[in-house]
């Protein structure tokens, strides 16, 4: 087949039956790029026209190591593993093992990934991500061409190695011990099969520039099995000849500059994060029907309603009596009971889990939003908000940008701040909801903020290389690539969005970004770049516009009676609540302006 990045790309009998079974032939259906064709149109290239690119680079770095033995790059080096492989008469058949492996592993190494993948799962988490979902591995791998299955899980060792590279974050990819190391290398670390096609094929698509040299690949070796640090892994050497070799190092810094480009341009743009938002705020919303759902059908004599808070419906569920009849996984007893000290929430997550990923794996990025927009008359307000945001991602009215956070002081505690307000997604939603009660956006789910995790996943820098005779990433013994890892983690910012006439209420878009930064501690500008005032001052501003006093006095007291009125209840007070209570303690006080009651 031919492909527009890579030209023809070549597929043996094996690799052929795996193509065309039906969980590869899914990945037609999911977008690479997810949301990102609503900023650039034509960003609408396939997940399987990615690992075909991605399978077609790994036999270009296979080609790489086997040149490795006889490259004149390669004379400084006193062995690797291939020479070692080639001393003890292995080298043929261990070359033909990795070579099949490395194939394979590009080829398949997003067999798990669904529509809007990245997003729902690694941003929003509301899926098993699809390196460690196990469940969605085993289903989809039945689902494998019979011959082509058969034909790998009898070959000695061959399917334990593949699965690795498919599902490499659970408990058994994160013990075992693989004997070809360096094939992970290929397929998906640092310089790989997968960042070589998606730089190229998601520039190519977007419109970016690219000029990317490849005379890199000459350099790559595989260290010895005796190394005590980096046994038979990928390397780079970057010497020759006693002198560094800095044209190398440039082609390697560039890979670094390009992927910092097509995050800082693309994955980061505001719109493509506001669809991103806007998508996670829709799941949620189902998510939260099709739990309610779940739980009236199981709990009839709860008296639980569609309309009723989560929160309150998880407490009653949660306080009937564990070791009740519920309906067991799949594969189980229908009548199976639940352990004595299990949470009978955990079931219908279970369920409402099984239900998303079953529809994300039968259609598509399109398809889900098609799904999702119709309704039934009779349908939830939760059901009928996440239509009406599917409605909205579809003809692109997409939310618009209150304002954002992402100072260098707000910087150092991104870490604490995903922890704290993302990693759990439902610290997010409470934070959201609260904000557009504070603020009187008339629904909790219009306002969203877009919290990224603080770990920007910049592989790139820890690429192996071979400098001054010892071994070491990348990151640690060249400066300009530190400075670009540095520039990358400057790219994380919190950002809020809501509708446009949100937006275009400044007091109300204000409020909302007060109530957050306050909460977070993260320091939040308006579009304009100036910095959003507290709550507290907010609320004095408002009312010394009112009556058009500019004085710092006036400000300063009124500020003053604003703090011994703060609430000491549970509920917190709307912006507007603060504002009348604060007239009434100024008209209390005889304040110039505010008359008396």
């Known amino acids: 087949m031919t492909d527009p990045v890579h030209g023809d790309v070549y597929l043996n009998l094996l690799e052929s039956l795996i193509v065309d079974s039906p969980p590869m032939q899914r990945l037609r259906r999911v977008r690479q790029l997810g949301t990102t064709h609503l900023v650039y149109p034509g960003a609408t290239h396939s997940r399987l026209s990615h690992v075909l690119g991605t399978q077609r680079s790994a036999q270009n770095l296979l ?40 194939r394979l592993g590009g080829l398949m190494h997003d067999l798990c990934h669904i529509p809007l993948g ?29 011959e082509a299955r058969t034909a790998i899980e009898n070959a000695d060792g061959l399917f334990e190695e593949l699965r690795v590279l498919i599902i490499s974050k659970d408990e058994h990819a994160e013990t075992f011990k693989s004997d070809y190391p360096f094939v992970g290398d290929i397929v998906g670390n640092t310089i790989c099969a997968d960042l070589i096609d998606y730089i190229q094929r998601d520039h ?13 690949l000459d350099s790559f070796f595989v260290v010895p099995s005796d190394h005590p640090h980096f046994a038979k892994r990928m390397v780079i050497n970057v010497d020759r000849e006693g002198r560094h070799r800095e044209d190398i190092i440039t082609e ?101 889990k099984k239900r998303i990923e079953h529809e994300f794996l039968t259609r598509s990025d399109d ?48 870490k604490e701040t995903w922890e704290k307000f993302a990693q759990d997604p439902q610290e997010r939603l409470k934070l959201e909801r ?28 820890d690429v192996l290389v071979y400098r001054d005779r010892a071994i070491a990433p990348l990151s640690r013994v060249e400066p300009t690539s530190r400075a670009i890892v540095e520039q990358h983690e400057r790219l994380w910012a919190v950002t809020v969005y809501a509708p446009a006439d949100v937006r275009d209420d400044r007091e109300q878009a204000d409020a909302v970004l007060a109530y957050i930064g306050e909460k977070t501690a993260l320091t ?36 003053g009676l604003m703090a011994s009125t703060k609430t ?6 709307s912006f507007n609540e603060l504002v009348e209570t604060l007239r009434a303690t100024a008209q209390e006080n005889h304040l110039p302006g505010f008359g008396s009651h």
């Open 63 to 102: 080609d790489a190591v086997w040149n490795s033995q006889t490259n004149p790059q390669a004379k400084d080096l006193s062995k690797n593993l291939l020479s070692e492989w080639n001393d003890s008469g292995d080298l043929d058949a261990e070359f033909a093992k990795a070579t099949v492996l490395a």
């Open 118 to 146: 990245h997003t729902i799962e690694d941003d929003l988490q509301v899926l098993d991500p699809h390196d460690e979902n196990v469940d969605r591995f085993n289903l989809l791998w039945s689902q494998i061409d019979d």
């Open 204 to 216: 190519h698509n977007t419109g970016l520039p690219l000029a990317l040299g490849h005379r890199f």
């Open 252 to 352: 390697l810094v560039k890979y670094l500059r390009y992927r910092y480009e097509l995050t800082e341009r693309v994955l980061t743009h505001h719109a493509k994060t506001a669809a991103d938002a806007m998508l996670g705020k829709m799941l949620e919303l189902w998510h939260d029907d099709l739990w309610m759902a779940e739980a009236v059908k199981r709990h009839p004599d709860l008296g639980l309603e569609l309309t009723d808070p989560l929160v309150t419906a998880k407490d009653k569920v949660a306080a009937t009596s564990s070791g009740e009849a519920t309906e067991g996984p799949a594969g189980t007893d229908a009548d199976e009971t639940q352990p004595e000290d299990a949470d009978p929430t955990d079931a219908i997550t279970v369920e409402v």
């Open 367 to 414: 398809g889900m939003l098609e799904y999702l927009v119709r309704t039934e008359p009779d349908a939830s307000p939760r059901r009928a908000a996440s239509a009406e945001l599917a409605t909205a991602l579809q003809n692109r009215n997409l939310y618009k940008i209150l304002g954002h956070a992402g100072d260098p002081a707000d910087q150092a505690i991104a």
């Open 434 to 461: 609260a904000a557009a009660d504070f603020a009187g956006v008339p629904h909790g789910w219009q306002v969203v903020i877009w919290l990224p995790n603080h770990k920007m996943r910049l592989k790139v820098a």
């Open 524 to 559: 939040f500008h308006r579009r304009d770049g100036s910095v959003v005032p507290s709550r507290w001052e907010l609320v004095v501003d408002k009312l010394l516009a009112e009556i058009n006093e500019e004085s710092q006095t006036t400000r300063d007291t009124l500020l």
């Open 568 to 573: 000491t209840s549970g509920s917190t007070p």
